[in-house]
């Protein structure tokens, strides 16, 4: 039986320094090869570092990366997943504050959000506990993008919101 492979990216947006070797040790211990990232400073956040990591695995590695590093203090980063001909695509986010989210993503990387989430956000609406907005935002990753935008826009010539750490 012949295994499909999928592709995707894992977005280290800011890292401590101290955090970045154990984050390639992490990537390769899922991986199964030692990987070769190249670390930038990140504008955004003085003292961070940020890199991009390309992989091709098995489906199912995105979330698998996303175990390795979520729960680590000071760490912002994404995986994506394409999907294949058996499996959907995926997308996590990752911040300190707001933990991770997921999303399925389709063919044309559209997040899709099952139809049990959606009728509850509606109900959660119609009882007066929260706006369908706020609600549809969430399932869609706004806080998490409202977080990330920043950090992944930061590069040379652009403007940036600095952010200083929070004791």
Known sequence: MTRTATRGVLYIHSAPSALCPH????????????PQMEWTPQPAQSGTYRTEYSWSADPGTAASLTS?????????FEVTEEGT????????????????????????GDIMIPEDRLKAAVVK???????????????????????LETF???GDGVAVRWLHQVV
């Open 85 to 108: 001909s058996s499996t959907e695509g995926a997308r996590f986010s990752a911040t300190p504050d707001l933990g991770v989210f997921h999303a399925v993503t389709g063919l044309h």
């Open 68 to 76: 390795a590093l979520r729960g680590w203090n000071h760490l912002r």
């Open 23 to 34: 984050i390639e040790w992490a990537t390769g211990g899922v991986l199964g090869v030692a």
């Open 152 to 154: 992944r826009h930061a």
């Open 125 to 147: 609406a119609s009882l007066g506990e929260t706006t369908l907005e706020i609600e549809i935002g969430k399932l869609l990753g706004k806080p998490w993008d409202d977080e």
